[in-house]
């Protein structure tokens, strides 16, 4: 007989990506199963994602010896354990604490197979379908909203851009953590030059001097904000922008939780393999070319294999120009 409350585990390492593609699952846990107790799994490298989320009661960081953190769980007695990551680390967590578990289905083998003989093996179903597919047990649906997230505290515009790119300005996410996921420098600079509005550029450290080569080409309309702000001056940037653009990276995925009009940019990954096309947002365009060795790559490289990069090199920049430029 089930209990009258549950008290349910959720496990998701990382990153960014694939965790902001869990909060739909969270949500609708909580708002459909009358008194559930959500607890969270993750790396302390993630807990920004989560640490002000309403639906999750308690997260847990994962430690630096597993048999801490599953010691720390254990005395928690989980009715359930969800497991949305489904790796090593994951399973032993699942099997140590001894409880009834639900496990995530990765499709290994059809992406293998997708990438190396190109075939038509994986099904272009959404990560978040396939996370509620999960916890169907319990008879939640999706609610069909957007991913969830809570940003702590206020901020201000004033504080974290110049006054010439405080208003009608479109955020510009030109991080990731590879190369072939980022478009070439001169390409931004063209897709900026031709815009109508004011532009800023997000990013991390890493893409900090990409920055400021492309903001000295295309001159004042652009403003190099990557470095000078960390991941949560960065979202609340991209929730006030009028409209988004991004590589395949953790900010783009985040900015979909403010269902901006929003161009995603992809190189030498599709959004279809790992199923992480816009989620729920009603106005975006995916950019993209059609190639035989498209795609190469679930994650990234750190160069074309090829070395032409035409998955980038070839976009049809004006159709990125168009869509952002249209005013409705």
């Known amino acids: 007989m089930q209990k009258e409350k549950l008290k349910i585990l959720i496990i998701r390492f990382s990153s960014i990506g694939d965790i902001i593609y869990t909060t739909p699952v969270v949500r609708c846990l909580k708002q459909q199963v009358p008194g559930v107790e ?21 997260l847990h960081l994962l430690q630096n010896h597993l048999n801490d953190t599953i010691r720390e769980l254990k005395a928690e007695q989980f009715d359930y354990v969800i497991d949305l990551h489904n790796s090593l680390r994951s399973v032993l967590v699942k099997y140590k604490l001894g409880v009834k578990f639900y496990t995530f289905k990765k499709q290994r083998i059809r992406k293998i197979l997708a990438l190396k003989f190109k075939l038509n093996t994986v099904k272009p179903t959404h990560l978040v379908d396939r996370y509620l597919e999960t916890i169907k047990f ?42 072939t996921k980022r478009m070439p420098n001169e390409q931004v600079v063209s897709i900026c030059q031709s815009l109508n509005k004011p532009v800023v550029l997000l990013g991390g450290k890493d893409v900090e001097e990409n920055g400021a080569i492309i903001t000295e080409a295309a001159g004042a309309k652009v403003y190099n904000a ?65 190639l035989p060795c498209r795609p190469c790559t679930k994650f990234g490289r750190s160069e074309c294999p090829l070395g032409h990069f035409k998955c980038m090199r070839d976009i049809d920049e004006k159709a990125i120009v168009d869509f952002v430029n249209r005013e409705l």
């Open 138 to 179: 319990l008879g939640v649906v999706n609610d069909q909203k957007p991913v969830d997230y809570f940003l702590p505290g206020d901020y201000s515009l004033n504080t974290l851009l110049p006054e010439t790119h405080q208003q009608d300005y479109v955020a510009f996410i030109i991080g990731a953590t590879h190369f």
């Open 226 to 290: 990557c470095g000078k702000l960390n991941m949560n001056e960065s979202v609340y940037v991209v929730k006030q922008a009028a409209k988004v653009i991004g590589f395949d990276t953790g900010l783009t995925h985040i900015s979909e939780a403010f269902n901006k009009e929003l161009v995603t940019i992809w190189g030498s990954t599709v959004p279809e393999l790992l199923g992480v096309q816009p989620y729920q947002v009603t106005k975006h365009y995916e950019a993209g070319v059609e």
């Open 38 to 58: 959500i607890h969270f799994l993750t790396k302390p490298g993630f807990r920004f994602i989560l640490d002000n989320n309403p639906y999750v009661d308690k």
